[in-house]
């Protein structure tokens, strides 16, 4: 119930500063993710296999004063997580699910046909239903996730990072874009200093920027 009103509460923010900015723009996108997770247990370099999965979402895009700078909150479903083994019949994951949340500072370019555009800003990441899977090529099982403080859990509640993103912005609005967020905290639970765990995801976004009018 606190993840979700949490979740309702920043997307009615992003609504709000539509509200109050009459040059904002808003988006809605959707898009491939390549995620990985990077980190260390027991000493031993833990690394394994990107796993593909999608996003989708919504952002303001609202422009500072008269500057080439916009702020641009983005409200997104994001599929992280890592392939842990893989044999030619069977493929063993995690599959963590976030509702994330990008506080982007995007400088934009200009151009007559449209512009290029880069930005970057934190992230912030409150987990969904998540699950660890087998699947063969006949079969597919799977075991829920937990999210917590204890050392019982799977990975801590919150995760938090940076984001980096590139793109251009066609005339009419429509956009491509390449990001970046690199995970900062690490997400295993316990207090084993020797443990660590961050999440790591490329994903190309394809979106459309409508004015506020």
Do not use: W
Not at 6 to 26: D, E
Not at 52 to 75: C, E, H, R
Not at 90 to 117: C, D, I, M, Q, T
């Amino acid at each position: 119930m606190k993840k979700t009103r949490l979740i309702v509460i920043i997307t009615a923010c992003c609504l709000q500063i539509t509200a109050f900015a009459q040059k904002a723009r808003v988006g809605i996108f959707g898009g491939l993710t390549q995620s990985n997770m990077h980190g260390k247990t027991a000493g031993v370099t833990d690394k394994g296999s990107t796993l593909t999965g999608f996003t989708f979402g919504m952002l303001v895009d609202a422009p500072i004063k008269k500057s080439n700078i916009s702020f641009q909150p983005t409200v997104q479903y994001a599929q992280k997580g890592m392939v842990t083994s893989k044999t030619n019949d069977s493929k063993s994951y995690e599959g963590l699910r976030y509702a994330e949340f990008l506080l982007n500072f995007v400088y934009n370019g200009k151009g007559k046909n449209g512009h290029v555009f880069v930005g970057l800003g934190p992230a912030g990441a409150v987990p969904l239903p998540s699950k660890r899977a087998v699947k063969t090529d006949v079969s597919k099982s799977e075991t829920s996730l937990v999210f917590g403080k204890e050392p019982i859990a799977d990975y801590k509640s919150f995760d938090y990072g940076a984001h980096l993103m590139g793109g251009f912005v066609f005339r009419k609005g429509i956009f491509l874009s390449v990001n970046y967020t690199l995970g900062i905290r690490n997400i295993l639970p316990g207090e084993n200093p020797t443990d660590e765990l961050r999440n790591g995801a490329l994903t190309l976004k394809l979106g459309m920027l409508v004015n506020n009018k």
